[in-house]
């Protein structure tokens, strides 16, 4: 047998449903609505924290140095004489510290970078 067949006879593959569809009921009971208004909200709220995960990522994808910088971390590294590779380059961040400067990262409404024309995002109905 497999690691993965002991992990699923341990754990059924539907028990994370019961888990789920069990804390949605607690939830609707301890505010008192209904079951599908509480699994409304749940899901809404999923919905809004991918749309917020999806502009936080257009927003770095946006910024030209962060950009050249996860490229950078994709190229092959050289193997060093000890038998090891090269460090990673580190990643830039958007506040400085040190600075003692707060900059905020690039909005993904904002005006691209270059001058470079983008389509707009997609709309969902």
Do not use: N
């Amino acid at each position: 047998m497999s690691a993965l067949d002991d992990y699923y006879r341990q754990q059924p593959a539907h028990a994370w449903y019961h888990a789920e569809q069990a804390a949605i009921q607690e939830l609707a009971e301890e505010r008192g609505i209904s079951f599908r208004q509480a699994e409304h909200e749940r899901l809404r709220a999923e919905q809004d924290w991918r749309e917020a995960d999806r502009a936080r990522v257009r927003a770095l994808l946006s910024d030209p140095a962060m950009l050249r910088a996860l490229q950078a971390q994709q190229a092959p590294r050289p193997i060093q004489p000890d038998g090891t590779f090269a460090p990673l380059p580190a990643l830039p961040t958007f506040a400085s510290v040190d600075a003692g400067e707060e900059s905020t990262p690039p909005t993904p409404a904002g005006p691209p970078s270059s001058g470079r024309q983008i389509s707009p995002p997609r709309q969902r109905y």
